[in-house]
């Protein structure tokens, strides 16, 4: 199982820019992929951005052309460059690797780190 740790969140105005990102203690080449999701108060939990161990990405709508995810192997982390924030970006940020053990998916998490979008 795999620690994940979160970090870069923080208060931004809109159209502003933060970065994020997770560490592992994993090695992040034995994923079958890697992800940001987010939870906003009273919603669930929405996949923001992935990235799969053959490079891959794929993004929300609502991130699209804002949003780049991508990793780290020399620091074994993954990234989230956020850019032109709006409020409903606002939520925490979790961070998700994903392993595929025969026909098992196995999930760890971060803790979570709040991004909050405001004037």
């Known amino acids: 199982q795999a620690q994940l740790v979160e970090s870069g969140g923080g208060l931004v105005q809109p159209g502003g820019s933060l970065r994020l990102s997770c560490t592992t203690s994993g090695n992040i080449f034995s994923f079958f992929a890697m992800n940001w999701y987010r939870q906003a108060p009273g919603k669930q939990r929405e996949l923001v951005a992935g990235?799969?161990?053959?490079?891959?990405?794929n993004y929300a709508d609502s991130v699209k052309g804002r949003f780049t995810i991508s990793r780290d192997y020399a620091k074994s982390s993954l990234n989230l460059q956020m850019t032109n924030l709006k409020s409903e970006d606002t939520a925490v940020y979790f961070c998700?690797?994903?392993?595929?053990?025969?026909?098992?998916?196995?999930?760890?998490w971060g803790q979570g780190t709040q991004v909050t979008v405001s004037s």
């Open positions: 998700n690797a994903r392993t595929h053990v025969g026909p098992e998916v196995l999930d760890d």
């Open positions: 990235i799969f161990s053959g490079g891959g990405t």
